[in-house]
């Protein structure tokens, strides 16, 4: 999928119906990811009261079309192997979840044909 023009002399990205972002799980995620830098996995689980398999599985779909970032640490205040993981939406993300944002308003304001558009 090609990356969202703007419109509006680049204030506002031109309508783009994104299939990855729109099911309701990754929608969710990037949506909390907008406006943070980075939040850490178990956060995220909490937050959206998903089962570890389900955000994993959601989080690299998101990761492999390179609209999140996953990191991994090692916690400062464990002494086992296991590391944290951090998840930031990447600048690519975010430009296809407003582009997506920016089409979903489009269809609610009467457009129903920008879902099916290239």
Same mark, same amino acid.
């Given at each position: 999928? @090609?990356? =969202?023009?703007?419109?509006? /002399?680049?204030?506002?990205?031109? =309508? $783009?119906?994104?299939?990855?972002?729109?099911?309701?799980? #990754?929608?969710?995620?990037?949506?909390? %990811? #907008? =406006?943070?830098?980075?939040?850490?996995?178990?956060?995220? #689980?909490?937050?959206? /009261? +998903?089962?570890?398999? &389900?955000?994993?599985? &959601? %989080?690299? %779909?998101?990761?492999?079309?390179?609209?999140?970032? +996953?990191?991994?640490?090692? @916690?400062?205040?464990? &002494?086992? $192997?296991?590391?944290?993981?951090?998840?930031?939406?990447?600048? $690519?993300? /975010?430009?296809?979840?407003?582009?997506? +944002?920016? $089409?979903?308003?489009?269809?609610?304001?009467?457009?129903?044909? %920008?879902?099916? #558009?290239?």
């Amino acid at each position: 999928m @090609s990356g =969202p023009t703007t419109s509006h /002399q680049g204030r506002e990205p031109a =309508p $783009a119906f994104h299939e990855l972002i729109h099911a309701p799980v #990754r929608l969710r995620i990037c949506g909390l %990811l #907008r =406006p943070v830098d980075e939040v850490e996995f178990a956060v995220l #689980r909490d937050t959206l /009261q +998903l089962k570890d398999a &389900n955000l994993s599985k &959601n %989080l690299r %779909l998101l990761a492999d079309a390179e609209l999140v970032s +996953l990191r991994k640490e090692f @916690s400062p205040v464990r &002494n086992d $192997a296991r590391r944290l993981t951090w998840v930031s939406i990447t600048d $690519a993300g /975010q430009s296809a979840l407003s582009a997506h +944002l920016a $089409a979903l308003r489009a269809i609610a304001e009467g457009d129903p044909d %920008l879902g099916s #558009r290239p």
